[in-house]
């Protein structure tokens, strides 16, 4: 099958490439870009002309995360915060051009307000104002938007479930920097104001928490793939594992009593990040400069930096815990 498909191919007379027969759809970005209590539409200077979000198509070899950063400041001149997948919308005809497939982000817009690229202009709407009609699908998700309650920090929680994501945040710096240092201040501090705080941090190699000559060490010796050893003050739990579980299956497992989850590394991961610099190790970040980090959202440094999200003072952990709380704590209620 597969060579009558290739013997069918087109080819290309200058390239001599294989062109696909096969027609599939293109996937696009559209962005929510939020600034205060109002949202960002840009003008279309191309058919279908109107009111529109931000966004357009992915380049190849580009990730959905950079297409969403790299389009909004091209339309806009806005830099983008706290980007976070909000949905996905796939219906055939929602672009009267082609068949698209958009990934919509939702976003906090940093910067000066510019129209620019394929955009004739851009305005801030309310979302009890927006201009009608808007183009393609554009007033359904923005009516889902609403309906989520205007929330920018992913899709809805499940019915009946409780999700952690947005109850938890990775620290994360380079090697050296003191962060587990600054955790136990942090920690102690959210623990002073009546909390219930978990703790993941992660470990690249292998690491040992029992001692030979105790039984549980006996026992996960022998070849015990999962050990729990409980008392009435607490427990502890050895599993053993192929590869990490993904981190939300470790928040929804063992920290559903959590008021809020601190993570100690993953500088990989979708939950939103606290980078710990100090001037002493590095004048560089890992989420600006080394790349750009959409889940950044504040930096704890001893020295000045120039940077699009909060700064914090590295030796003051009890402005550091005032952030965490403000951001993900203010409306859980103390020692549920």
Known sequence: MAETALKNALICPHCHKVASPWRNPTPTV????????????????????GWALPGGFVDYGESLESAALRE?????????????????YSAPDRDPRQHN?????????????????????????????LPNPLCFDHATILADYRRRGEKS?????????????????????KSGTGKTTLLEKVIADLKSRGYKVGVI????????????????????????????????????????????????????????????????????SGLPKIEINRAERSGTLICRDQEYDP????????????????????????????FVEERFLKSAVKGV
């Open 201 to 268: 941090k992660h470990d690249a190699h292998q690491f040992e928490i029992d001692h030979p000559g105790k039984d549980s060490h006996r026992l996960t010796a022998a070849g015990a793939d999962t050990m729990l050893i409980t008392s009435p003050a607490k427990l502890a739990l050895v599993k053993q594992h192929d590869a990490s579980p993904p981190l939300d299956e470790l928040l929804n497992l063992y920290f559903s009593d959590c008021d809020i989850v601190v993570t100690e590394g993953f500088k990989k």
């Open 72 to 88: 909004a400041e091209e339309e806009t001149g806005l830099k983008l915060r706290d980007l976070r997948q909000f949905g996905a």
């Open 153 to 173: 920090l992913g899709p809805p929680e499940p019915s009946g479930e409780k999700t952690m994501r947005s109850k938890a945040v990775s620290f994360i710096a």
């Open 101 to 129: 497939i958009s990934v919509v982000f939702t976003a906090e817009g940093v910067g000066t307000l510019s129209a620019g690229d394929d955009a004739a202009g851009a305005a801030l709407f309310s979302l009890d104002a």
């Open 30 to 49: 559209d962005i929510i870009i939020r600034i205060g209590d109002k949202i960002v539409l840009i003008e279309r200077k191309n058919a279908p002309f």
């Open 295 to 322: 889940t950044l959202i504040a930096v704890a440094s001893d020295q000045h930096l120039e940077v699009d999200v909060p700064l914090l003072d590295l030796n003051n952990p009890g402005q550091i815990a005032d």
